[in-house]
């Protein structure tokens, strides 16, 4: 789950107002959902 480029970005998860690391940013929101959706149903 944890990403090399993570280290060259350094995003903060309650940052999501820099558009360089896009790339980054949607595959995180696509497995925080995934991990939410599965472990924590609400």
């Known amino acids: 789950m944890i ?3 993570q280290d060259a970005y350094t995003p903060d ?3 999501l ?3 360089e ?3 980054l940013v ?3 929101q696509i ?3 995934t991990f939410h959706t ?3 149903p609400i």
């Open 3 to 5: 990403y090399p480029d």
């Open 13 to 15: 998860p309650g940052d």
């Open 17 to 19: 107002s820099h558009p």
């Open 21 to 23: 690391p896009v790339d």
């Open 26 to 28: 949607q595959p995180s």
């Open 31 to 33: 497995v925080i959902m």
């Open 38 to 40: 599965y472990f924590i």
